[in-house]
């Protein structure tokens, strides 16, 4: 028969590798997705609904279109590998054969990583950095603040996903909070000493939330942190602060169907840059935040780019079909308020050892509102762009 493929997580890594090995061969290779939501709520932007500029269902896409072209799209889990006898097991008992298994299961939270803060207090304290019912729930106890209330964050630690997300969350929220809860606070404790973008970031938030935001680096102690979910309390540095709204977001790893292959260092799944092969398994591929690659930033644009690589390499090795050199790139771009729009970016290629970084860019503090306009529209351009990729 036909060589299969069976592609587990439908988000920017997998839906997009399902989709081009749909595409690409034409029919010659069986393609199925395993993916347990009927709608992908993208986490990219959704900051931006958080500021009130999208909408919830600006966000959300669904499958039907990538079913269409030819991917055979299983709703459910993946709950167990079985690398020997080459299945993938769901959670409504089915088992499916593949030749080649591709995983992007994106992240999961280490346990016990922000002490007082677990699973089960995720909705008195949302992380919101899986996409969906989290990202409304976190807009919801945005928008019902008592006014001059005060908003925490819990930043996470190296390496997670999308670094300048957390300090774009918080530009949002100030943007909301400037125009509905003016006398509102923001506090971060945050266990690294700087962050991405960090003078970019710094520079917008003097300029449009002058006051607001109280950012405490692991120099002032913002990594000695604890909550409590029932009282709503944050500690950083033994100072104990009531808090209106809570956004922990905790240490990530890789989801854990990868820690259930067995392809995990315990962390994050170390892959091949060549083909996002990993090193345990040459039938088994880990893209995006689930894989440990080298340079390049756990991002939308990253999986994307990588699972293009990857769906062209697998492709070629289940068809005979032409493989081009794996080149890579990424841009993170991030809104600081309406129209000021930044970004982060870089070129990579794959060596033995790694996705290594070619060359980078990034915009300059004091540019013109021209430019910062310009560079959000390119952010706009880039939504559209990516998800016309990943759901056809
Ligand atoms: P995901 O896109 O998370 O996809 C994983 C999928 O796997 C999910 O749909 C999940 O349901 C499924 N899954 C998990 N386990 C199983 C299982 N056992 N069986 C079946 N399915 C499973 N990136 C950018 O490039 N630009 C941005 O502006 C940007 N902004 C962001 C802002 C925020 C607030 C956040 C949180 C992230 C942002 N990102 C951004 C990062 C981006 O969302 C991720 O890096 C990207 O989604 C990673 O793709 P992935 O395929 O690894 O995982």
Redesign the pocket.
């Known amino acids: 028969g036909k060589p299969r493929v069976v592609v ?8 997009t590798a399902a989709r081009y090995i749909a595409k690409d061969s034409k029919g010659a290779v069986d393609v199925t997705l ?4 009927r709608m ?1 709520y ?6 931006l609904y958080l500021g009130g500029i999208k909408t919830i269902d600006d966000l959300g896409h669904s499958y039907g279109t990538m079913a269409a072209g030819g991917v055979n799209v299983v709703h ?4 167990g590998v079985d690398r020997d006898a080459k299945t993938v097991t769901l959670a409504g008992g089915a088992s499916v054969l593949y030749d080649k298994l591709i995983l ?4 999961d939270f280490v346990d016990g990583a922000v002490a007082g803060w677990d699973l089960s207090s995720q909705n008195a304290m949302p992380h ?4 969906g019912s989290q990202t409304e729930l976190l807009k919801a106890q945005i928008a019902a603040m008592p006014q001059g209330g005060t908003f925490a964050m819990v930043a996470p630690p190296n390496p997670y ?2 670094p300048p ?2 300090y ?2 918080v530009s949002m929220v100030a943007h909301y909070l400037k125009a509905n809860n003016p006398t509102a606070k923001i506090i971060v404790a945050d266990p690294k000493p700087k962050f991405s973008k960090q003078g970019l970031f710094q520079e917008g938030w003097g300029k449009h939330y002058s006051g607001m935001i109280d950012w405490i680096g692991d120099d002032f102690g913002g990594g000695n942190v604890s909550v409590d979910p029932g009282a709503m309390t944050v500690t950083i540095d033994g100072e104990v602060t009531k808090v209106d709204v809570c956004n922990v977001i905790p240490a990530m790893k890789a ?3 990868a820690e259930l292959a067995g392809v995990t260092d315990g962390k994050f799944a170390p892959v091949n840059a060549i083909d996002m092969s990993t090193k345990a398994d040459a039938d088994v591929y880990v ?4 894989s440990q690659q080298g340079d390049m930033p ?6 994307n780019s990588q699972a293009k690589v990857c769906a062209n390499a697998v492709r070629g090795a289940l068809t005979g079909s032409r493989v081009f050199p794996a080149k890579f790139s ?1 841009t ?3 809104l600081i308020d309406t129209n000021d729009g930044v970004k982060v970016g870089a070129t990579y290629e794959a060596t033995d050892e790694k996705i290594a970084k070619v060359d980078g860019f990034i915009s300059a503090t004091g540019e013109t509102a021209e430019v910062r306009k310009a560079t959000y529209e390119e ?1 706009e351009g880039w939504y559209a762009g ?1 998800t016309a990729d990943m759901f056809g």
Not at 8 to 15: E, K, L, Y
Not at 34 to 37: A, R
Not at 42 to 47: D, P, Y
Not at 76 to 79: K, N, S, Y
């Open positions: 587990v997580g439908g988000g920017a890594g997998g839906a395993i993916e347990p939501s992908y993208t986490c990219f932007f959704s900051n459910d889990w993946a709950v992007s299961p994106g992240i919101a950095y899986k996409g996903r999308c997300g957390p774009e969350r989801g854990r169907i893209l995006g935040d689930a756990k991002s939308g644009f990253s999986a990424n993170c771009w991030s952010s990516i």
